[in-house]
């Protein structure tokens, strides 16, 4: 038995009105894009004290910021991705922040790195135990797992902004702060039925403008490679926003908050890329 091809349309108005067709019935239960402050105001907080305690040139400020963005992360990302144990799931995750943090406390200089990844283990090892003490996390296994790992993923992502060291005041954890902050605007401007499709690439614009001022601003003169973490800091923060905003508990405080806040780690593996290239 072959299963039937189905016909191209042959006009423009018949293809517009299959897309528009397909968009109707795409995820009916989704939240309908709106403005969500509560979401905006996170991103800004949580990129303003990372690009802050950068600024300070205090290290443990650093490691601070990003712990505290972490178990935000912790409390509200059960949430978001529909763990059916909820506490179990914060449990993990604190347990991967709290556990980076002090990872990363041991190593004060090259490589910052080094003890990183037993932090992460430690992690991965309370989420598989984590379905072993609660029946409930075993009720779709596969799906509870993959969303405790993102989380994880986040997190340990977040502590690459304090892998590199900055000598003065406009290193990258700074401009990428800025630009995330700027960028996380757009969103209550452009968070509508109407001009959603265009939050990336205006966030992406408007990142990589504030990281270029921004530099400018902070040591007088241009640079492309502030340009760039801007331009894909803010394009990354607000995709995943974008992705979160699927989920109906984007709504709550909890939920909003870890969005905001996860938006901002999810930058750290760029940031460490670039400010690890000869761009500067």
Do not use: F, K
């Not at 779709?140 to 003065?168: E, F, K, N, P």
């Amino acid at each position: 038995m072959t299963t039937p091809v189905p016909v191209e349309p042959e006009t423009r108005a018949a293809r517009r009105a299959l897309r528009a067709s397909a968009g109707e019935v795409a995820d009916p239960q989704a939240p309908p894009p709106r403005s969500r402050p509560v979401v905006a105001a996170a991103t800004v907080v949580t990129a303003l004290l990372v690009a802050g305690s950068a600024a300070s040139g205090e290290r443990i400020l650093e490691l601070l910021a990003v712990v505290a963005a972490g178990l935000v992360v912790a409390i509200g990302w059960p949430s978001l991705v529909g763990s059916r144990t909820p506490v179990g799931t914060t449990a993990v995750l604190a347990v991967t922040s709290l556990a980076l943090g002090a990872a990363l406390v041991l190593q004060d200089e090259e490589p910052y790195l080094e003890h990183v990844p037993a932090a992460m283990a430690l992690g991965i090892v309370a989420m598989c135990l984590h379905p072993l003490l609660q029946a409930p996390a075993r009720v779709q296994l596969a799906r509870s797992m993959a969303g405790t790992s993102l989380g994880i993923l986040l997190i340990g992502g977040g502590g690459l902004l304090t892998s590199t060291v900055y000598a003065d005041n406009h290193g990258p954890v700074v401009i990428v702060g800025i630009g995330l902050a700027v960028a996380a605007l757009v969103d209550l401007v452009l968070e509508r039925p109407a001009t959603s499709a265009w939050m990336i690439p205006a966030a992406m614009g408007v990142g990589g403008l504030a990281g270029l001022v921004a530099h400018l601003v902070l040591s007088g003169s241009l640079s492309a490679w502030s340009a760039l973490l801007g331009v894909i800091g803010a394009g990354t923060a607000v995709a995943l926003r974008r992705a979160l905003s699927q989920q109906r508990a984007i709504d709550t405080v909890a939920g909003a908050l870890a969005a905001g806040a996860a938006s901002v780690l999810v930058a750290g593996p760029l940031v460490h890329l670039v400010a690890r290239l000869p761009l500067a």
